[in-house]
């Protein structure tokens, strides 16, 4: 599995995602942790597309203890 940790880096998450895709070739899951960027919407649009397996959104100012 491939755990891929995101804070409002759209262009890079792409090519990283992409690149998950284009050379992994055996059998894996990519999850994709959108870690505060609540107000984006490219992480959705990369689910969408299977980009990701998995797609976890934290919300904007809280933290994790």
Do not use: W
């Not at 990283?16 to 942790?33: E, G, N, Q, V, W």
Request: some cysteine.
């Amino acid at each position: 599995s491939f755990l891929i940790l995101d804070f409002k880096k759209n262009v890079e998450t792409l090519y990283c995602l992409d690149s998950i895709r284009k050379h992994a070739l055996f059998p894996h899951k990519t999850i994709l942790l959108d870690n505060g960027g609540y107000d984006e919407t490219y992480p959705n649009e990369y689910y969408k597309m299977g980009l990701c397996d998995v797609l976890i959104r934290k919300k904007n100012g809280t933290q994790n203890i």
